[in-house]
């Protein structure tokens, strides 16, 4: 009796979870539109942090990669383009020591992204304002300080890589 009420139980959360549509995120939805191969634009930097381009464009294009549900092709080649601007990078200290000297930092990068079908530049996608923060151990060493800081830059890449990944296939 015990085992005909577990496998009804068992049923029962199956079917209630899977029936209403429930999925893990990052992994349903699709592309707008059924886009299967996209084109990421080098990203616009109206930062005066150098370097950010390349950063960001490359932690986009590792993501989209890794994640193998669209292709990753040229722009001539492909249905829509990922492309936007790095609008905003603040840094602000948020510890300090018994002198006042900061020993931690705070930096948020913000960029604007949308994503577009190739050719008559529909806008399939748009993601404006999105947000990455990331927290450094701020250091009397230049070197190391600016060291932790690209860390950071790197990280909140990454972050922002795989969000955008998710806001698109999800729709957000």
Same mark, same amino acid.
């Not at 930062?47 to 950010?52: C, F, G, R, V, W």
């Not at 994640?67 to 990922?82: F, G, P, Q, T």
């Not at 604007?112 to 079908?117: C, E, F, N, Q, T």
């Not at 990280?155 to 922002?160: E, G, S, V």
């Given at each position: %009796?015990?085992?005909?009420?577990?496998v009804?139980? @068992?049923?029962?959360?199956?079917?209630?979870?899977?029936?209403?549509g429930?999925?893990? %995120?990052?992994? /349903? /939805?699709?592309?707008?539109?059924? @886009?299967?191969?996209?084109?990421? @634009?080098?990203?616009?930097?109206?930062?005066?942090?150098? +370097?950010?381009?390349?950063i960001?464009?490359?932690?986009? *294009? *590792?993501?989209?990669?890794?994640r193998?549900?669209v292709?990753?092709?040229?722009?001539?080649?492909?249905?829509?383009?990922?492309?936007?601007? !790095?609008?905003?990078?603040?840094?602000?200290s948020?510890?300090? &020591?018994?002198? /006042?000297?900061?020993?931690?930092?705070?930096?948020?990068?913000? !960029? =604007? #992204?949308? #994503?577009?079908?190739?050719?008559? +530049?529909?806008?399939?996608? *748009?993601? =404006? /304002?999105?947000?990455?923060?990331?927290h450094?151990? $701020?250091? !009397? &060493?230049? %070197?190391?300080?600016?060291?932790?800081?690209? +860390?950071a @830059? +790197?990280?909140? $890449?990454? &972050? #922002?890589?795989?969000?955008?990944?998710? %806001?698109?296939?999800? *729709?957000?």
């Amino acid at each position: %009796m015990k085992n005909i009420t577990l496998v009804i139980a @068992i049923i029962s959360f199956f079917s209630a979870t899977l029936g209403c549509g429930y999925h893990l %995120m990052g992994k /349903g /939805g699709e592309f707008p539109q059924g @886009i299967t191969s996209l084109a990421i @634009i080098p990203l616009e930097n109206k930062t005066k942090e150098p +370097n950010l381009t390349a950063i960001f464009t490359s932690a986009l *294009r *590792r993501e989209f990669i890794f994640r193998r549900e669209v292709e990753i092709v040229a722009e001539k080649k492909a249905e829509a383009l990922l492309q936007g601007s !790095l609008t905003s990078i603040s840094i602000v200290s948020t510890a300090y &020591d018994q002198e /006042g000297r900061a020993t931690e930092y705070q930096i948020t990068i913000t !960029l =604007d #992204l949308r #994503l577009v079908r190739q050719g008559n +530049n529909e806008i399939l996608w *748009r993601g =404006d /304002g999105i947000k990455g923060t990331w927290h450094y151990k $701020a250091s !009397l &060493d230049v %070197m190391v300080n600016q060291g932790n800081k690209n +860390n950071a @830059i +790197n990280k909140i $890449a990454a &972050d #922002l890589a795989e969000k955008t990944y998710i %806001m698109i296939k999800e *729709r957000f």
